[in-house]
């Protein structure tokens, strides 16, 4: 972990801080808009795992009936929401801590219970917030090689040792959109030491076929060291708003909550979610899409005679060759897909599922950019 030194008042920040590689997002449509001289409007953005149906129309009601009460503080406890998960997961409130975007949970846990002379396991092309996470509390970040792109939970759970205080594992994974059978997930929590906490990250939980759906919540009661963390994000539709929420043992959820800013998740964004989360008809059409969306990415990769890695998420990742060039014809035509190089899969790209005229879009611009790379 060598900071890099620039002789100025950056080097005052700690080595494991300066050693950081910022998180890269998907790269925004007003910026692709600027850059390439296009229309916002032509632009076709599936780089972020962002719903292609937009956001829950009672979570959009919900936000403009509360528009005239913004001049008040959040409820810092988050009541009415955790009300609401506590009622949908049959959960208690104490079991509950909300983000500000599920990010936030995880970086809630890593500030909680990480410091510098520990260290945290996770599985190579997993989500790049965890080593983000570890390495801004200066603990030792250690990538378990990945199988088939998946994470393989036999090496993780050799991978800890003395010392090692957390795991965090993402069921679905982004971006590979690989997933552990349930039962195996069990299996390992149950075998790891009850002092590594496991942080068990479900951003795609939703998307997820019926008889895969996750039963984490209910295992809270075995192990008291598990953190679930899911996020309204994605399914839901309500990215922009930032809100997510952490399932844990009562006593590690109030340890969370003690780091956490006392206003950490807005006004808007628990309205929307308490809103969303009753909103069952928007997530139906959002798996929908979803699946048919998957079907017809994986016909398109198949005619193409590209190699993809199947996926349960919102998104899938194919074998392009050099991804750089492909992605950067792709971004030409105003199609914003994510280059995973920092991922360690400089010939994959992820595009996020869409809807269909976006996905065939999406494949007919890949195909001109494949002739071309
Ligand atoms: C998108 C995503 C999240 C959630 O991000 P938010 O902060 O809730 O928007 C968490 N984990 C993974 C693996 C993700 O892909």
């Known amino acids: 972990m060598d900071g890099r030194r620039t002789g100025g008042p950056g080097d005052l920040a700690p080595a494991n801080v300066r050693a950081i590689a910022p998180y890269v997002p998907g790269k925004p449509i007003a910026e692709t808009a600027r850059e390439l001289g296009l229309r916002e409007a032509d632009i076709l953005k599936m780089a972020s795992n962002e719903n292609p149906l937009g956001s829950s129309p009672r979570a959009i009601a919900a936000i403009r009936g509360a528009l005239d009460a913004l001049h008040y503080y959040p409820d810092g406890s988050g009541f009415e929401l955790k009300a609401v998960l506590a009622r949908k997961l049959a959960v ?45 509390i200066g603990a030792t970040a250690i990538e378990v090689p990945a199988r088939a792109y998946g994470a393989d939970l036999e090496a993780i759970g050799r991978a800890v040792r003395p ?106 964004a628990m309205v929307a979610a308490c809103a969303a989360l009753d909103d069952e008809a928007f997530i139906e059409q959002s798996r929908r899409v979803n699946a048919d969306g998957l079907v017809q990415l994986a016909r398109g990769f198949e005619r193409l005679g590209l190699e993809f890695i199947p996926s349960v998420g919102n998104f899938i990742t194919v074998r392009v060759g050099d ?51």
């Open 92 to 136: 208690r409130p104490e079991n509950i801590v909300l983000g500000n975007g599920s990010n936030d949970v995880l970086e809630l846990a890593a500030r909680a219970f990480l410091t510098a002379p520990d260290s945290a396991v996770y599985s190579q092309h997993a989500f790049m917030v965890y080593p983000l996470a570890i390495q801004a």
């Open 323 to 373: 991804a750089a060039r492909v992605y950067d014809h792709l971004l030409r035509e105003g199609v914003i897909v994510r280059p995973l190089a920092g991922y360690g899969m400089p010939e994959h790209l992820r595009v996020t599922v869409g809807l269909p005229e976006h996905n065939a879009r999406f494949l007919a611009a890949l195909e001109r950019a494949l002739a071309r790379a």
């Open 163 to 268: 010392g090692t205080k957390m795991v965090f594992l993402a069921n679905p994974n982004n971006p590979t959109g690989t997933f552990a059978p349930w039962a195996d997930v069990r299996a390992f929590i149950g075998r790891v030491p009850r002092d590594v906490l496991v942080v068990l990250d479900e951003a795609y939980g939703e998307y997820l076929p019926d008889a895969l759906r996750s039963p984490s919540p209910a295992w809270l009661a075995d192990f008291p060291n598990l953190v679930v963390a899911r996020t309204l994000s994605k399914a839901y539709g309500l990215a922009g708003l930032r809100v997510g929420y952490g399932l844990a043992h009562p006593e590690v959820a109030e340890v969370m909550n003690r780091v956490r800013q006392p206003f950490n998740v807005n006004q808007l």
